[in-house]
Nanobody, 127 residues
Framework: QVQLVESGGGLVQAADSLRLSCVAS????????MGWFRQAPGKEREFVAG????????YVANSVKGRFTISRDDAQNTVYLQMNTLQPEDTAVYFC????????????????????WGQGTQVTVSS
């Protein structure tokens, strides 16, 4: 198991940028696939971006493609989500997730694939 703590959320205006951080503790994330999900009020939690531990390879949802970038720094045990050109529809609680895997090239996009979750950080984008 690994403990995850997100930070970096806040209230911003449309077109602004934010960078979310997810700091892991308890063990190194060097063999963990990592992901970001978000949940808006009244909606299901949805995949935003994922990153493998080998390569690494990345994948982002179509809704944020070209605007959001996921990255990782295993030396800092941290995963980042750079969010540019934010829009009001990006308003949600953003969650970091981790899954230990022997397959270093795999990116997990399903919520059920992850068994370690942070508490989330609120991102609010005003128009």
């Amino acid at each position: 198991q690994v403990q995850l703590v997100e930070s970096g959320g806040g209230l911003v205006q449309a077109a602004d940028s934010l960078r979310l951080s997810c700091v892991a503790s308890g063990r190194t994330i060097s063999r963990f696939a990592m992901g970001w999900f978000r949940q808006a009020p009244g909606k299901e939690r949805e995949f935003v971006a994922g990153i493998s531990w080998s390569g690494p390879r990345t994948y982002v949802a179509n809704s944020v493609k070209g605007r959001f970038t996921i990255s990782r720094d295993d030396a800092q045990n941290t995963v980042y989500l750079q969010m540019n050109t934010l829009q009001p529809e990006d308003t949600a609680v953003y969650f970091c997730a981790a899954r230990y895997t022997n397959d270093g090239s795999y990116i997990h996009t399903m919520r059920s694939s992850y068994n370690n979750w942070g508490q989330g950080t609120q991102v609010t984008v005003s128009s």
